[in-house]
């Protein structure tokens, strides 16, 4: 989406300063290896991306770039996903290295550790995803560069402990499931999910009014009927059935995506601005019924959640830009990272991204991040 310099307008938030080296510049040059094993030392000690007491890093924008700068920042402010990412093997050879995006995003946060300015360049890590088909310079949606980033890292994560760690980190189980309503036979399928997509209107096409409602809605059967009836094994004919899912198992960070953007009259896009509200604890006990989750789901006591990270959307589809609000998860402060520039901002401000239907251009979430509250 399209650059737009400082924090968003009408806020009440507070500038950082600088973060402090981590380190004094050493005389002359050392290799890339050396300067991984050296910063890896200093990562095993540190949380997120930088210690938010002395100042955060922010990240220039190199190119349409802030959906990419958003999405990176929410994972790197993820000590859960920085232990993995720690912890991967470096890879032989240099043009290995420079192919590698977990190996080129270990690189950056590295840099982003020790740098002395207010914003690093990702140059490096820029470079390797457009090898990956992943270019600058293009309008990106924030749901699907999620998918396509998260993809890439796992599967350039060459020891299968840590890249089955990153999936159990982050996937969704559901069960799907078709039920014949003459005869009641059901058959199911296991299936994972990255995020919930969750609807901005219900069935009846009426707007939903939070959060909680938009997921009750998202696992409600749907009723398939006429030309869009199944084939029931043990009725041996098309009947009307009941399809729908029932949650399985939620990862330590769940990330829902809000279908802020659908198309209308086959080519243009247009953005869904009206408020949802959505509050910093979900609690999935509360929210889904007994039928809406699998009966067999042994950690339903731990569906408990904060919400963590926010990535909002201004301006129009087809014109816009993104910023990440994160929760420090050393300080517990909200802070806003908008490309190069990190602001301190209170909940309020994250609460602005509610969105308002008479302000088409205005901030509105896109994606919600949330952290389990008691870590398995």
């Keep these: 989406m399209g650059q737009r310099f400082g924090c968003p307008e009408n806020s009440r938030k507070l500038e950082l300063s600088p973060n402090p080296s981590m380190r004094k510049e050493e005389d002359g040059e050392e290799s890339r290896e050396q300067a991984v094993k050296r910063g890896g030392k200093q990562l095993r000690a540190l949380h997120g991306v930088a210690d938010l007491n002395n100042g955060a890093i922010g990240l220039y924008n190199m190119g349409l770039s802030c959906c990419l700068n958003s999405l990176l920042q929410v994972f790197f402010m993820n000590t859960h996903f920085t232990v993995i990412l720690r912890r991967i093997r470096v890879p032989i050879g240099h043009a290995e290295q420079k192919k590698s995006v977990p190996y080129q995003m270990l690189l950056l946060l590295e840099q982003m550790q020790r740098s002395k300015q207010r914003a690093v360049y990702p140059q490096e890590l820029a470079h390797c995803l457009t090898v990956h088909n992943l270019k600058l310079f293009v309008q990106y949606d924030a749901a ?44 199911t399928r296991e299936s994972n999910m990255l995020t919930l997509p969750l609807p901005m209107f219900n069935s009846s096409s009426q707007r939903l009014k939070t959060l909680e409602d938009s997921l009750h809605c998202f696992f409600q059967p749907e009723q398939l009927t006429d030309n869009n009836m199944c084939l029931c094994e043990q009725c041996e004919r098309k009947t009307s059935c009941l399809q729908g899912m029932r949650l399985t198992c939620l990862p330590q960070t769940l990330t829902l995506h809000l279908k802020r953007f659908y198309f209308k009259k086959s080519t243009w896009t247009q953005k869904i601005s009206y408020s949802l509200p959505f509050s910093q604890s979900l609690d999935f006990n509360q929210i889904l019924t007994q039928e809406q989750c699998h009966p067999d789901a042994k950690e339903k006591a731990d569906w408990q959640y904060d919400l963590f990270a926010v990535v909002a959307h201004s301006g129009l589809a087809s ?58």
């Design 319 to 376: 014109c816009g830009h993104y910023c990440a609000y994160i929760r420090s998860l050393t300080d517990c402060r909200w802070y806003c990272f908008n490309d190069s520039s990190v602001c301190q901002v209170s909940w309020d401000d994250v609460k602005s991204t509610y969105g308002n239907s008479r302000f088409h251009w205005g901030e509105t979430a896109y994606l919600l991040v949330y952290m389990r509250k008691n870590p398995q």
């Design 144 to 187: 699907q560069l999620f998918l396509s980033l998260w993809n890439l890292i796992k599967n350039q994560i060459t020891d299968w402990e840590l890249a089955d760690r990153l999936t159990r980190l982050y996937t969704i189980r559901v069960q799907e499931y078709l039920i014949c309503e003459k005869c009641s036979f059901e058959t």
